[in-house]
T-cell receptor, first 115, second 113 residues
Framework: EAGVAQSPRYKIIEKRQSVAFWCNPI?????LYWYQQILGQGPKLLIQ????????DSQLPKDRFSAERLKGVDSTLKIQPAKLEDSAVYLC?????????????FGSGTRLTVV | GQQLNQSPQSMFIQEGEDVSMNCTSS?????WLWYKQDPGEGPVLLIA?????ELTSNGRLTAQFGITRKDSFLNISASIPSDVGIYFC?????????????FGKGTKLSVKP
């Protein structure tokens, strides 16, 4: 079974530029999560989708971050404009359903550096 | 918001040693999880605990769900070099409408020079 695919693996941008990350979850997984992991910390949830609807985006900085999951499969996370403090690894995870622990799988992440 | 305090922040191991780390929460979870993260990879689930007081093993790893539902510990017996990495505890309210994980800050396991 293919895992959660994320791209790009690495991205370096200047502050105030925009950037987008892409995630392809495990086939058939209805729930998709985006986490932000700042160096030296554990991942923190940014947004959770159930199919193509948003379940929880309470910790998403909506003035600069946006995410979508059109058609309930792939998802993109965008930052515009980026700030220095956005430097982090952005992890995508998917699971068969909300609260479903079996099969909850993380991708390898996209490491963003904002200079 | 909910916070998890994980300790120690880092530790050095010598092959063959036993390792212990723990996690406490300011609020209750009905599921505790332990993950390992290698450099450049996402977290990988090691053990999941679903009931207060539960003690679960996975090979050389043993974890317990605290009776108060606000803490958990992970033990690694007879450590080997591939145990090196960062270990995270996470809490989750399994089966609810959310499913998001609340993570601790991690315990970094390194090999003694």
């Amino acid at each position: 079974e293919a895992g959660v695919a994320q791209s790009p693996r690495y991205k370096i941008i200047e502050k105030r530029q925009s950037v987008a990350f892409w995630c392809n979850p495990i086939s058939g997984h209805a729930t998709l999560y985006w986490y932000q992991q700042i160096l030296g910390q554990g991942p923190k949830l940014l947004i959770q989708f159930q199919n193509n609807g948003v379940v929880d985006d309470s910790q998403l900085p909506k003035d600069r971050f946006s995410a979508e999951r059109l058609k309930g499969v792939d998802s993109t996370l965008k930052i515009q404009p980026a700030k220095l403090e956005d430097s982090a690894v952005y992890l995508c995870a998917s699971s068969p359903g909300q609260g479903a622990l079996s099969g909850y799988t993380f991708g390898s992440g996209t490491r963003l550096t904002v200079v | 918001g909910q916070q998890l305090n994980q300790s120690p922040q880092s530790m050095f191991i010598q092959e063959g040693e036993d390792v212990s780390m723990n996690c406490t929460s300011s609020s209750i979870f009905n599921t505790w999880l332990w993950y390992k993260q290698d450099p450049g990879e996402g977290p990988v689930l090691l053990i999941a605990l679903y009931k207060a007081g539960e003690l679960t093993s996975n090979g050389r790893l043993t974890a317990q769900f605290g009776i108060t539902r606000k803490d958990s510990f992970l033990n690694i017996s007879a450590s080997i070099p591939s145990d090196v990495g960062i270990y995270f505890c996470a809490g989750m309210n399994y089966g609810g409408s959310q499913g998001n994980l609340i993570f601790g800050k991690g315990t970094k396991l390194s090999v003694k020079p």
